[in-house]
Each structure stands twice: as C-alpha cells, then as structure tokens.
C-alpha cells in the first residue's frame, strides 16, 4: 500500500496538535503494515507555487482545443505540479495534515491542491464522460487540529467542505477525520483532553485503513 502525506503545519511536532495526530496515525499504521510505502512532503520545505495564468492555459486550453500546443513557459509552469501529481496518482492513501486557519485550510494546502487538480495530470475531463480519475486513491484521511469547537456541518468549518468538494470532484468519496477541536486554552480548559480523544479517533482509522488494504492484498491474491 503506497501512502502519501501531506503536511501544512510549520511547527515542530512537539507544539502541533496536528502533527502529534500524524504521528500517532502513522505509528499505528506502520506497527499493522510495516510493508506500507509512505512518501512525506512537508510544504514548507517543498512549498507550492500560487495557481498561475500559464498553469491554467497549459491544463485548461488542450481541453478546450485537441489541438492546443503548451508553449516553453506553459510547460515550465506543470514543473510543481507534475512531480507532485505523480506522486498522488501513485498513491492509495491521501494523508492531509494541517491546522484549521481561520476557518479554512492554510494557503500553502489550497495552493498544493490547486496545482495538483489539474486536467491531464489527475483526472481528465470532457463533454462525452465527463470527469475520469488518473489517479488510484481510495480514501482521504483529514488529520485537524483547530482552536475552536465545530458541530458537524457547522457552516464555519470551510475546510472539510472543500477537501470534500475538490478530492469528490476526482472521485474520492471517502473522507475519514480525527479532528483536535478546542485547543486554544484561552477558552477551553479540556483542551489536553480533547487532544487524546481525536489521537484515539487517528488510531481507529489507521487501523480501519490497514484492514482495507489487508482486503485489498487479499483480493489481489485470488485475482491471480
């Protein structure tokens, strides 16, 4: 099972709450399957470009017009994006850690997605079948830490609803979420407490995506 993570959270690991999330998934996962194949990009060290207008010509015009030739700099712009793309179209698994930043994911998340949903290089799309996957990803993991406290559905939380929206968009309809709420100590006085519970919820999906990809390994086997 190939795993790529995906981390926007500049702290060290030891002041993020995020992180810490990561930390106690991926121990898990590699205790259960230590034959998983994990690819880290940290975005502050591998940080994404914005979305440009030379990116959306070379990803959107070929859509547009079969006939379409990328010019020297529109090529240049898929630099990012392709390396990043490929990475993602070779993985399983979609590991997504961050803090919610005013309601929303950090910049650096949102433009690492931007580049990487690009016509061509994750999904292709047109007027006959409409939107097809390129990449094999079963199952987003959303590994969340933020200082306030969300209800489900609570229209303040702009960040799963866009994880849900741009990763279902591709066809991955399965989203699984461990999410640290409460952890500025200004107004919750629990926030230590809420922390162990979504490390709890982080194992739990570890587990449950080991055991889906023992099913898968077992599927393979009797398909040969």
């Known amino acids: 099972m190939n795993v790529l993570h995906v981390c926007a959270n500049p702290k060290p690991t030891e002041e993020s709450v995020s992180k810490q999330l990561a930390a106690a998934f991926f121990g898990k996962l590699i205790e259960l399957r230590p034959d998983v194949e994990l690819v880290n990009v940290n975005l502050y060290d591998e940080k994404p470009p914005f979305y440009s207008y030379e990116l959306y010509r070379g990803a959107w015009y070929p859509v547009f017009d079969e006939n379409y030739e990328l010019s020297k700099v529109e090529e240049m712009a898929f630099n990012y994006a392709g390396k990043q793309a490929e990475m993602f179209n070779e993985a399983d698994v979609l590991v ?47 590994l969340v830490a933020s200082g306030g406290i969300y209800k489900e559905e609570d229209e303040r939380d702009a960040l799963t609803r866009q994880v849900r929206a741009a990763f279902g968009f591709i066809g991955i309809e399965d989203v699984e979420i461990a999410w640290a ?7 919750f006085d629990n926030c230590d407490e809420a922390k162990e519970f979504a490390i709890e919820s982080a194992v739990e999906i570890a587990e449950d995506i080991a055991e889906l990809a023992l099913d898968s390994t077992d599927e393979e086997v009797v398909s040969e």
Request: charged share 15%.
């Open 96 to 142: 997504l850690t961050m803090p919610m930043w005013n309601f929303a994911a950090p910049a650096i998340m949102k433009a690492w997605m931007d580049q990487i949903l690009c016509p061509g290089l994750t999904f292709s799309i047109s007027k006959e079948e409409g939107v097809k996957p390129l990449h094999k990803i079963k199952s987003v993991v959303l």
């Open 181 to 187: 709420e409460g952890q500025n100590p200004l107004f």
